[in-house]
């Protein structure tokens, strides 16, 4: 999210907009210190309250931003997009990931919205093409056990999907359950699942940057490659 509006939207300044919870508020901090670090200005860092009705005040503290931040989730991102779009505005509004029915419905809402998007959620449009064949193969299982995927839910059961597959390849790769040598395996795996994972006793996420997601928006309904950066 901030590379992109650092280097994709040269954003000068940024609002921040996220939960009140204490997830929320760290993620406020740490993207308002990465704003920061990046030469980037912040206007203001506003939280939610559980179950909000309107986000009216909130998105208007941040409304004179080059880029207004969003660490939000769900019903409360399709409250956002109504109040940028009741206030007039035009600023991007960069989103962290979520179900594709809410960012859809938030896009029809407001036009300029940007998010993180998994791979699974811009399949076919997946420009390495070893990815895009393991894209493939976890949905056409997906959608032959749970039916076709409408809401966008399936990258997320695509990593848990990726997570079972890496356990199990670990366990034969040590011959061992024995947790020290999976744990060993782990540690130090490639894999390419529905994202491209590298693990390292430095990097226990095992993915980052383009690795993980890339920037999407929806157009026409669908969900679309903007940026990997």
Known sequence: MISYAKNVLKA???GIITTETPFGQALATLLA???TS???TVVASEGVPTSPTSLTAEVSAVASAGVILDGITGPDVVLEAEAAASLGLSVPIVMDEDVTSILQESAAK???IVFTGAYVQVYPDVS???LLSSIKGFLTTYDKQYGSDTTGDAYAAGRGWDAVQMFALAMREAHSTNSADIQAKLLNMSYL???IYKFSPTQLNGVSGS???VMAEVKNGKVVVVSTK
């Open 128 to 130: 390495n093409s070893a």
């Open 211 to 213: 690795a993980a997601n």
């Open 33 to 35: 210190t990465d704003a």
């Open 110 to 112: 407001y036009a300029n």
């Open 193 to 195: 699942g529905t994202q």
């Open 38 to 40: 990046s030469g980037m």
């Open 12 to 14: 000068k300044s940024v």
